[in-house]
Structures are given as structure tokens and as C-alpha cells.
């Protein structure tokens, strides 16, 4: 099993800054992409950012331009730096971690963390 651990978030001001960070530990194997997702208050959850081993990334049209994933390979982790806040970008925070569990699968395994909130005051 693969555990995801996130953390950063907080009750910021708009226009501030947070930085998150998600950490995958346990049996991992190759992780392939990571990404942040986020769920208002009685809204679906959706895709903020992803970011493949390879370092390619996606942001959703809502963030481009205020917020930059990244990654460390070595560490099996990901950041969200998220700058210029919105109270719009008041949501719980989720880490994904896709990754294939061994040589032999023949498919990618999905893993969430338990998500963290950030809160953005007018």
C-alpha cells in the first residue's frame, strides 16, 4: 500500500501565498504522475495541477499563471506553490499519486491523501 500525506495549508489573506506538500511512503514502486485537486464546499472535485516523472505539467485555466507544481523524484513528493489567492481558491487540497506497483502490472494504481484545507479571507 501507498500512504499520501499532504500539508501546508492554512488561513491566508487574499493576494497572499501558501505552499503545499504531498509525500508518498510505503511500498512504493514507480510513481508516475502526481498531481493537486480540490473540492469547495458542495462542488465536485477538480483538477488544479498534475505533473508527470518526466516533469511535465497541466493546470487547470482557474490557476495558470499564480500557481507552480513541482516535484522531487528522489523524495516521492509534490509541492503546490500557490500564490495571489482568491477566497475562490478556498477548497480542501488532495494529493494524487498514480504509480505502478510493480514491474509486472499492467496498469497505474490511484492513491489519495486525506486532503488539506486552505481558506483564503477577503
Known amino acids: 500500500q501507498v500512504q499520501v500525506v499532504e500539508s501546508g495549508g492554512g488561513l491566508v489573506q487574499a493576494g497572499g501565498s501558501l505552499r503545499l506538500s504531498c509525500a508518498a511512503s510505503g511500498t512504493v514502486f514507480r510513481i508516475t504522475a502526481m498531481g493537486w485537486y480540490r473540492q469547495a464546499p458542495g462542488k465536485q472535485r477538480e483538477l488544479v495541477a498534475t505533473i508527470t516523472s518526466g516533469g511535465s505539467t497541466n493546470y487547470a485555466d482557474s490557476v495558470k499563471g499564480r500557481f507552480t507544481i513541482s516535484r522531487d523524484n528522489a523524495k516521492d513528493a509534490a509541492y503546490l506553490q500557490m500564490n495571489s489567492l482568491k477566497p475562490e481558491d478556498t477548497a480542501v487540497y488532495y494529493c494524487?499519486?498514480?504509480?505502478?506497483?510493480?514491474?509486472?502490472?499492467?496498469?497505474?494504481?490511484?492513491?489519495w491523501g486525506q486532503g488539506t484545507q486552505v481558506t483564503v479571507s477577503s
Open positions: 494524487n499519486v498514480q504509480q505502478y506497483r510493480a514491474a509486472w502490472a499492467p496498469y497505474e494504481d490511484n492513491y
